[in-house]
């Protein structure tokens, strides 16, 4: 089966149940971000049968706006991380100024969550007006009782309980030192890890501090941001992209550097890295 979006067969042409991030599968269902854009940006979530196709529900979620030029028309369009989806919720950040939890059999919201926006500087100068961007483009985080999201339009990672919604930690992109935490990689027992300047194990309990490797560039902090390719965890390892020609090893449990993993004799042009089996 295929689906498509329904504007390309509407006389009207008008943008709606546009695909605003890539689906999630689970228990059968796929879940697909989307949005209509007459007007504001109306962001929903739509369930379909992995089988068959068939739509199974579909919940309004929030309505915001994106940055347009001075017709009006959206600079970016909306681009969301896939949702976190087990057999009981399905979790989603609207990049819109909120995240939700909704119940994976009937798409009941369990809960929203609003987190801060920041704020779209004007310009007089006859530049575009746009929204500053301290967090890269994230995939959510989540074991079933937390989920955890970096989201776009704000200024720090959050970690909610799965459950209810309740705010359990939360990190600012960039800390008092200059250090910039950027990608959120996983979850920890206690917190969660990231990526940016430094590796960053950041945590929610009292009880254990929070710590970081040493500058991946020691060129490159101090109030500099840096929104560059994510790191992949594989086998207790950290794999990081450090400047545009290399790929560092550092251990997961100490954030001790364990070395190169790969050099490149050419610049390094590539998306944030992606771990398989085997690969």
């Known amino acids: 089966w295929s689906m498509s979006t329904a504007w390309d067969v509407d006389p009207e042409h008008e943008p709606r149940e546009v695909a605003a991030g890539p689906p999630a599968v689970s228990g059968g269902r796929v879940y697909l971000p989307v949005y209509d854009a007459i007007g504001t940006i109306d962001f929903s979530l739509l369930a379909l049968d992995l089988r068959t196709g068939r739509r199974l529900w579909k919940r309004f979620l929030a309505s915001g706006q994106l940055e347009t030029n001075l017709f009006g028309n959206v600079l970016r369009e909306l681009a969301t991380p896939p949702p976190v989806a087990d057999l009981a919720r399905v979790q989603v950040c609207s990049h819109l100024g909120t995240v939700h939890a909704l119940d994976a059999a009937s798409g009941e919201v369990l809960w929203t969550r609003a987190y801060p926006r920041l704020s779209v500087i004007p310009n007089e100068t006859g530049r575009i007006a746009e929204r500053p961007q301290l967090l890269a483009s994230n995939l959510g985080a989540g074991d079933g009782n937390r989920v955890a999201w970096a989201p776009v339009d704000c200024d720090r990672i959050i970690l909610c309980d799965a459950r209810n919604g309740s705010l359990l930690g939360e990190w600012p992109a960039l800390n008092p ?103």
């Open 177 to 279: 030192q200059g250090q910039h935490a950027s990608s959120l990689l996983a979850l920890t027992p206690d917190g969660i890890l990231a990526t940016g300047t430094r590796i960053f194990e950041l945590s929610a309990s009292e009880s254990t501090a929070s710590r970081s490797s040493p500058p991946l560039d020691p060129d490159f902090e101090g109030g500099q941001l840096w929104i560059g390719r994510a790191a992949t965890l594989v086998e207790g390892e950290v794999l990081v992209p450090v400047g545009t020609r290399s790929i560092e090893r550092y251990d997961a449990g100490t954030l001790a550097p364990r070395g190169r993993a790969l050099e490149f004799e050419d610049y390094l042009a590539s998306g944030a890295l992606q771990a398989a089996p085997g690969l």
